[in-house]
């Protein structure tokens, strides 16, 4: 089965201007809003021209509020007319990743083309992110365009750099913070991947995750230190010996795994679902299954992430030259990425302890896990409650998030920070697309993940 086989209600908005909506996107992909690390690689004048569009393409969004630049970064403001009424944010970010050099003739449509071919709108950004960027501003277009009036306050945030640095979303959600605003939910990009619910022993379910945190992110330097020599006398050992040693206990011995409350939660509304034993015996009572559930989700490939902070030797450097002469100083990396529950300081001291003296441990870099957002409020709930509209038979339950996004800057104004794209393409065009050659999006699930942002402004906001 297609994903398009799943979309519902595509006649829902017949106000929405669909050839309008696809002609957007196709001129906002053309901007080259290409994001380096280097700053001094980034052509702001891209980014310039594209809001210099935005203006013009979406007068009527503007005209109903206000829109400021911080730094390369737009906040458009929506007022509502009920102050009791916490805000609501809707985000996106125009930069792209760069085209890898040499691939341009793989394109089959140029990079920043923007064509509309074969059902399908191609360049880079189709899919990450500028069709979520013109989308909100289409929903806010088509409804506003009915005359509405918003109860609730609408925020558009749309951040400059989230493929690097962060720093444009990071600003936003400080000046927000500074003016005292708290919001009612936030809703990014991220999550919404069909999966097939069998290793959860429901193999005729369907699930699509909402990602409601992100793990943590940390490169673990392991370093071992040996005055080398020849290799005819390693009393002493060899400091590959000592890394080698020092990744296997540490990747053996990772922290013990936990069920969250977003694992319990998916467990819960999966049940109905859950036809396999020894799985339908221990979602009726998580509690006194929890050892089991924890054994089941490590012992599958596509759950184990879900409940334990994971390890991946990725890198090592310093080896001998020679097959008989034993190494000096050596250097391996661990990339690791955190549950919640265990912080990048208590991971260190973890490791520490396995490892003894003999190997020093420091971080190259490290990020804390996201706070994990509260499912019970008003956002989550509604949001669930859309997909569920638009989305024949998938069963959307919350999850952490695959990747990083622009969202966590947020949660410091809001405890309902949610990540979902409602674009749902083919896996197929997703896996090659995104950050990759050919990203492209189809017509349809453009068009259908407008309808899913119009019917969650309105179901939230009016």
């Known amino acids: 089965m297609r994903n398009c086989d799943l979309f519902l209600h595509e006649s829902d908005y017949p106000e929405l201007d669909a050839s309008a909506a696809v002609a957007h996107l196709s001129r906002a992909i053309q901007f080259e809003t290409t994001s380096y690390v280097d700053t001094t690689r980034i052509r702001y004048e891209e980014f310039d021209a594209l809001h210099d569009w935005l203006r013009q393409t979406y007068a009527d969004v503007l005209a109903a509020?206000?829109?400021?630049?911080?730094?390369?970064?737009?906040?458009?403001?929506?007022?509502?007319?009920?102050?009791?009424?916490?805000?609501a944010l809707l985000m996106a970010h125009q930069d792209v990743v760069p085209v890898v050099p040499g691939t341009q003739?793989?394109?089959?449509?140029?990079?920043?083309?923007?064509?509309?071919?074969?059902?399908?709108?191609?360049?880079?950004?189709?899919?990450?992110?500028?069709?979520?960027?013109?989308?909100?501003?289409?929903?806010?277009?088509?409804?506003?365009g009915r005359g509405e009036r918003l109860k609730r306050t609408l925020y558009l945030a749309f951040g400059e750099d989230e493929e690097t640095r962060s720093t444009g979303a990071r600003a936003i959600a400080q000046t927000l913070k500074?003016?005292?605003?708290?919001?009612?939910?936030?809703?990014?990009?991220?999550?919404?991947?069909?999966?097939?619910?069998?290793?959860?022993?429901?193999?005729?379910?369907?699930?699509?995750?909402?990602?409601?945190?992100?793990?943590g992110y940390a490169d673990m330097r392991l370093t071992a230190r040996s005055r080398g020599g020849h290799s005819s006398n390693p009393f002493r050992g060899t400091s590959l010996g000592a890394l080698a040693k020092a990744i296997s206990q540490i990747t053996e011995h990772m922290p013990p795994p936990r069920l969250s409350d977003a694992v319990r939660q998916s467990l819960v509304e999966l049940r109905p679902f859950i036809t396999e034993e020894p799985m339908r015996a221990w979602t009726l009572d998580i509690d006194a299954h929890e050892a089991e559930l924890l054994d089941w989700f490590s012992a599958h490939e596509s759950l184990y992430h879900l409940v334990r902070t994971t390890a991946a030797p990725t890198m090592i450097r310093?080896?001998?030259?020679?097959?008989?002469?034993?190494?000096?100083?050596?250097?391996?990396?661990?990339?690791?990425?955190?549950?919640?529950?265990?912080?990048?300081?208590?991971?260190?001291?973890?490791?520490?302890?396995?490892?003894?003296?003999?190997?020093?441990?420091?971080?190259?870099?490290?990020?804390?896990?996201?706070?994990?957002?509260?499912?019970?409020?008003?956002?989550?709930?509604?949001?669930?409650?859309?997909?569920?509209?638009y989305f024949d038979r998938l069963r959307f339950i919350p999850m952490q998030n695959r990747g990083a996004t622009d969202a966590r800057n947020y949660e410091s104004i809001c405890d309902c920070v949610l990540r979902f794209g409602p674009f749902l393409e083919e896996e197929d065009i997703s896996q090659?697309?995104?950050?990759?050659?050919?990203?492209?999006?189809?017509?349809?699930?453009?068009?259908?993940?407008?309808?899913?942002?119009?019917?969650?402004?309105?179901t939230t906001c009016l």
């Open 178 to 215: 500074a003016r005292g605003v708290q919001l009612e939910f936030v809703l990014d990009e991220g999550a919404g991947d069909v999966m097939d619910a069998g290793d959860y022993g429901a193999p005729d379910a369907l699930v699509c995750p909402i990602g409601i945190y992100e793990k």
């Open 105 to 144: 003739e793989r394109w089959l449509h140029a990079p920043f083309s923007g064509d509309v071919a074969d059902g399908m709108i191609w360049g880079r950004g189709a899919m990450d992110i500028k069709q979520m960027l013109v989308g909100i501003l289409e929903a806010a277009h088509t409804l506003l």
């Open 318 to 389: 310093g080896g001998s030259q020679a097959g008989n002469v034993m190494p000096q100083d050596m250097e391996a990396v661990i990339n690791f990425r955190l549950c919640p529950w265990d912080t990048p300081e208590s991971l260190l001291a973890h490791c520490k302890a396995l490892v003894g003296d003999g190997v020093e441990l420091s971080y190259v870099q490290k990020i804390s896990a996201s706070t994990p957002s509260r499912t019970d409020r008003l956002g989550y709930e509604r949001l669930k409650a859309t997909l569920e509209r």
């Open 432 to 458: 090659e697309g995104i950050h990759g050659t050919n990203e492209r999006i189809s017509v349809r699930a453009y068009l259908q993940g407008i309808r899913v942002l119009i019917h969650l402004i309105e």
């Open 65 to 87: 509020g206000s829109c400021e630049e911080i730094g390369h970064s737009l906040l458009i403001t929506l007022p509502g007319s009920d102050a009791m009424l916490r805000p």
